[in-house]
């Protein structure tokens, strides 16, 4: 099983509208947790970075809540534009003896925003 | 800005082949990595440098080698292609290792196909 589990799989909402990205992880401890958003056929970006100790990062549009204790974050698009249709990566350092080097990502939820 | 460069973007080669990928970043970071990414899975880590002249094993090296050339400068090298290979791989550096919260940049990937 992933330490790092993000629904829905994929999303199509309509331009203008909300939504709400979900994040479960099970890596603990932990020193931050990421979102990345990645466009077909490119390289991740990063849109937010929480420590462990943050409950919410904003970006623009994009909102990212954190609750360490039931170990989820969401990510939240307001307004949504047909240039939000991406990847958007839930990515979860560890802070364990020997991972303290890596990332955990989940596998992604992709969003289709249509007109 | 450049960011983080990496080339080839597109290669091809026949099981047994060598090549190396190239990466470079002028954001003066100390750390640079190498992952990959498979349909259906999360980012991998394949091998880490901390900083010039040191690397370290992610979770999936074997059958890959890396030479952290200089502080901008960080290849990655098929000795022997295999099927299994086939992937899309991604550059990245930070100016810390991730336990630091530093923001991770990307590059724009290089789609590797092995036949």
């Known amino acids: 099983k992933n330490q790092v589990e993000q629904s829905p799989q994929s999303l199509i909402i309509l331009e203008g509208k909300n939504c709400t990205l979900q994040c479960n992880y099970t890596v603990s401890p932990f020193s931050n947790l990421r979102w990345y958003k990645q466009d077909t056929g490119r390289g991740p970006v990063s849109l937010t970075i929480?420590?462990?100790?943050?409950n919410t990062k904003s970006n623009g549009r994009y909102t990212a809540t954190l609750d360490a204790d039931t170990k989820q974050s969401s990510l939240h698009i307001t307004a949504s534009q047909l240039s939000d249709s991406a990847s958007y990566i839930c990515v979860v350092s560890p802070n364990y003896g020997g991972a303290t080097n890596k990332l955990i990502f989940g596998t992604g939820t992709l969003l289709a925003v249509q007109p | 800005n450049a960011g983080v460069t990496q080339t080839p973007k597109f290669q091809v080669l026949k099981t047994g082949q060598s090549m190396t990928l190239q990466c470079a970043q002028d954001?003066?970071?100390?750390?640079m990595y190498w992952y990959r990414q498979d349909p259906g899975m999360g980012l991998r880590l394949i091998y880490y440098?901390?900083?010039?002249?040191?690397?370290d094993k992610g979770e999936v090296p074997n059958g890959y080698n890396v030479s952290r050339l200089n502080k901008r400068e960080f290849s990655l090298r098929l000795e022997s292609a295999a099927p299994s290979q086939t992937s899309v791989y991604f550059c990245a550096s930070s100016e810390r290792g991730p336990f630091s919260g530093n923001t991770i940049y990307f590059g724009e990937g290089s789609w590797l196909t092995v036949v």
């Open positions: 440098s901390a900083s010039e002249g040191t690397t």
């Open positions: 954001m003066n970071h100390n750390s």
């Open positions: 929480m420590t462990f100790s943050e």
